[in-house]
């Protein structure tokens, strides 16, 4: 109150609470979001293809960015852009940061939130063998020439794929199919991937590698065998995940 001293000004034992509080790193526990599963993809492939009214381009842009993120173990921010109107070239994923390479593309991400000094990391996308396959989604998006300066992802009026507008999308897609779309987020694709490798049995050690959640990790991951990454897309694809199985979400994987 005005006028009145600050009661706790003096004191000794709040300043050290605090302090604690922040060592124990606190903080709310994150939103629940639920995975989207290769069942899933399946149907949002099918409820796209109805969306007539979106020209076919952006059709197979949101069917390129869905399979990306997910067989990519992606963050929304490491392919999408901060505005639909500009973007940072030394951030952004652009078109010239994806290059075939074999059977699959080479993806260039250069910032990420486990990167503060921005040395990028190289991600491979091998084919799945399986009508979910970013391959083949990213061929037929990339069958017309694209700028190699601009964002990858880019709607048919030029503007570029935000976060928010691909959650957007994927909400009203999810809706239509009868999910309770608030459940589901952009960071949905990246939980899928790590819960859907669970259920393929693939080990603690490589999904951890794949999704880049820990320094060492992020240096073992450039040292992987090519055979056993381009065998992850195909293990993914034909993994079929129980009603009932828990998914990697919180802290430790979700982020």
């Avoid at 709310?28 to 381009?57: C, G, V």
């Avoid at 799945?128 to 083949?136: A, G, T």
């Avoid at 049995?201 to 065998?225: F, V």
Wanted: glycine share 6%; with cysteine; aromatic share 10%.
């Amino acid at each position: 109150m005005a006028g009145l001293p600050d009661p706790v000004s003096a004191s000794v034992r709040l300043p050290l609470v605090l302090r604690g509080i922040r060592r124990q790193g606190l903080r709310l526990p994150p939103k629940s979001r639920l995975p989207i599963t290769i069942r899933i993809m399946r149907q949002l492939k099918s409820a796209l293809r109805e969306r007539l009214d979106i020209p076919t381009d952006d059709r197979r842009m949101y069917w390129a960015a869905f399979t990306t993120a997910l067989f990519g173990f992606l963050r929304c921010s490491e392919y999408t852009s901060p505005s639909p109107t500009n973007f940072d070239k030394a951030q952004t994923l652009l078109r010239s940061d994806l290059k075939p390479d074999g059977n699959g593309y080479r993806l260039h991400i250069k910032a990420s939130k486990t990167d503060p000094f921005l040395l990028g990391v190289d991600l491979f996308l091998s084919r799945s063998h399986h009508s979910v396959c970013p391959v083949k989604a990213l061929q037929k998006y990339l069958a017309y020439p694209r700028t190699p300066t601009l964002p990858l992802f880019t709607h048919t009026d030029g503007s570029y794929l935000t976060a928010p507008r691909l959650t957007s999308m994927l909400r009203y897609l999810l809706h239509k199919l009868g999910y309770n779309e608030d459940q589901f987020a952009g960071h949905s694709f990246r939980i899928g991937a790590a819960t859907t490798a669970a259920a393929a049995a693939l080990p603690d050690w490589l999904i951890k590698t794949l999704g880049r959640w820990s320094s060492d990790c992020y240096q073992r991951y450039i040292q992987l065998n090519a055979r056993a990454i381009s065998s992850v897309a195909n293990a993914l694809a034909k993994t079929h995940i129980p009603t009932n199985f828990p998914s990697w979400s919180g802290d430790s994987l979700a982020d």
